[in-house]
Nanobody
Framework: QVQLVQSGGGLVQAGGSLRLSCAAS????????MGWYRQAPGKERESVAV????????TYTDSVKGRFTISRDGAKNTIYLQMNSLKPEDTAIYYC??????????????WGQGTQVTVSS
């Protein structure tokens, strides 16, 4: 089984910055992609930024382009989300996601525990 442990998040004023991290651990697994999703109160979970693990290409939802950056440390199976110029509408619970394959469980699709990001106006 693959575990995802998130850190970061918190409360920040509009215009500020936060950094999220997510580390994947387990035995004998390969990641296809990892990414960040968020869910605001009363709204559906949406994709924020996703990175293809082999090529390193990434996609962003339009509302965060130019403000958020997803990056990775391949050796640590860790991804980061640098969030700059934060807006109140970025307030949500942010979830890390990993999709891949492991010898023990086959194809997997795991979620981190979630972390609250609150941006005050």
């Amino acid at each position: 089984q693959v575990q995802l442990v998130q850190s970061g998040g918190g409360l920040v004023q509009a215009g500020g910055s936060l950094r999220l991290s997510c580390a994947a651990s387990g035995r004998r697994f390969n990641v296809y992609n990892m990414g960040w999703y968020r869910q605001a109160p009363g709204k559906e979970r949406e994709s924020v930024a996703v990175m293809n693990w082999s090529g390193g290409s990434s996609t962003y939802t339009d509302s965060v382009k130019g403000r958020f950056t997803i990056s990775r440390d391949g050796a640590k199976n860790t991804i980061y989300l640098q969030m700059n110029s934060l807006k109140p509408e970025d307030t949500a619970i942010y979830y890390c996601n990993a999709r891949g394959f492991s010898l023990s469980s086959g194809n997997f699709d795991y979620w981190g525990q979630g972390t609250q990001v609150t941006v005050s106006s």
